[in-house]
């Protein structure tokens, strides 16, 4: 059974598409986030969302928009894409509070031409 | 703001002894975790030291904790081709509510 498990695992798409990835967890966590892995294999929070509510929010183009239907989901939703915005993006989920142990997904690999 | 160094590469032998370094900035942290990415592959939790312990050993990996100094260092012992990945050290930002990575540090094992 996959603990966090993200769709599609790559994603190639044009300059100016809007595309969504999917993030879902089975480890009844409260917390999912929303990394970002650019080509140097730097890893960046983009968004926290504990419990369905937005906690973290960090200085993300409004292009991106996460979307959490309930707390084993979350998804990215990207409008206009553009060609910096190819990275690896990579879910996870944790149980919140002062331990912040985070549960990876296998990441989607996405590409703007 | 929260910031945690370590150095890109790291080049060792099958069979010796690896040791990677990593500092942080926010003492406050309760945590302080490593993560090994394999190419292609998500991150996977290794380990974790609690910030009040000096020393963490698990199987090959020993984890030192020098708060004074925020200081956090991995050893793997007996280094294995199979241990060739990126190895991310990671704070918790100060309210707690997300990882602060560092740049990774990519090992390479040589047979």
């Known amino acids: 059974d996959t603990a966090v498990s993200q769709t599609p695992k790559y994603l190639v798409t044009q300059m100016g598409n809007d595309k969504s990835i999917k993030c879902e967890q089975n480890l009844g966590h409260d917390t999912m986030y929303w990394y970002k892995q650019d080509s140097k294999k730097f890893l960046k929070i983009m968004f926290s969302y504990n419990n369905k509510e937005l906690i973290i929010n960090e200085t993300v183009p409004n292009r991106f928009s996460p979307k959490s239907p309930d707390k084993a989901h979350l998804n990215l939703h990207i409008n206009s894409l553009e060609l910096g915005d190819s990275a690896v993006y990579f879910c996870?989920?944790?149980?919140?509070?002062?331990?912040?142990?985070?549960?990876f997904g296998q990441g989607t690999r996405l590409t703007v031409v | 703001g929260e910031d945690v160094e370590q150095s890109l590469f790291l080049s060792v032998r099958e069979g010796d002894s690896s040791v990677i370094n990593c500092t942080y900035t926010?003492?406050?942290?309760?945590?302080l975790y490593w993560y090994k990415q394999e190419p292609g592959a998500g991150l996977q939790l290794l380990t974790y030291?609690?910030?009040?312990?000096d020393m963490k050993q698990d199987q090959r990996l020993t984890v030192l904790l020098n708060k004074k100094d925020k200081h956090l260092s991995l050893r793997i012992a007996d280094t294995q081709t199979g241990d060739s990945a990126i190895y991310f050290c990671a704070e918790s930002n100060q309210a707690g509510t997300a990882l602060i990575f560092g740049k990774g540090t990519t090992l390479s094992v040589s047979s």
């Open positions: 996870a989920s944790s149980r919140g509070g002062s331990t912040t142990e985070a549960f």
């Open positions: 030291i609690f910030s009040n312990m």
């Open positions: 926010d003492s406050s942290s309760t945590y």
